[in-house]
C-alpha cells in the first residue's frame, strides 16, 4: 500500500541525529517507541490508522532503530530532552504525545521537564514509581542477556535497519544500566502536571491496576463525574484481556478511544 503524505529523515538534537517519519496531516500526535524497539515493531499496526486523521511524527530514540547510538548513558530524561528539541526543530508549535513503555516514560519526562511543547498526553503502560511493576519483574529482566533477545522481532528488525547492526549487546547493556538508576517520580511531579492526560494499561500488563489508579487520582481523577465540577481532564483505561507486548496492537480498542480523547476540545485554563 502506498503511503501518502509520507516524509522521514534525521534531526541534529544535542549530539544525536535522530531518525523520524511523518505521516499523513492535520494536528500532530507524536509516537515515542518502547524500549529494543523501533516504529515498526511498536507501532506497525496503529501508526497507520492514527494518520488517517492526524499528522503523526514517529521518533526512533537514542540507540534504536535508525538512530545510532552516541558516547552518553541512556537516559528517559535525556532521551526526553531530544524529543523536546526535535519537536521543536520541526516547527511544531505544541504536538499531542504518545509513548508506550520506555516511550511512555521518556514521553512523561517530556511533560514535567518541557510542558511548553504539550498539548495532550497518552501514557501507554506507564509507572511513575517502581513499586507500580508487579514484583520480581524488573529483577528478572535485569538477568536477562542479549543473547536471549536473539531471534525475536526486537531483534531482527535491529538487525534489518541500524546503522550498526553489531552494536545490539551494547544497547542491551545500556538499557540495563537505565533501569538499574531509575528513580521514583515524586507524586507533586505528576499533580503538576497540566496537560489533559489518558492512561492507557492491559489488563495483564507489567503495570499493576491499583498503580495506574494511583497515577489517576494524582492527575485529578478518580471523581465523581456527575456533579456541577464535572469530569476531570485526565483519562484511565483498561483493555481487557491485553499483555504488555499486546497492548500496541489492540488497535481496535486503541483508535477510537485515542481519537477520541485527543479531538475533545482543550479544557479552559483555570489559571494560576
Known sequence: MARTNFKDGYVSVNGLNMYYEIHGRGQPLVLLHGAFSAIGTSFGELLPRLSETRQVIAFELQAHGHTADIDRPLSLEGMADDTATAIKQLRMERADIFGYSMGAGVALQVAIRHPDVIRKLVLASITYTMSGIHPGLMEGLGNMTPEMMHGSPWHEEYLKIAPHPEDFARLFAKKTQMDRQLQDVPAESIRAIKAPTLL????SDLVRPEHAVEMFRLLGGGVFGDTPAGLPNSQLAILPGTSHTMLASRTELLVPMITSFLDA????????
Not at 265 to 272: A, F
Open 200 to 203: 492507557i494499561i492491559g489488563d
Open 265 to 272: 476540545p482543550m479544557p479552559e485554563s483555570k489559571g494560576d
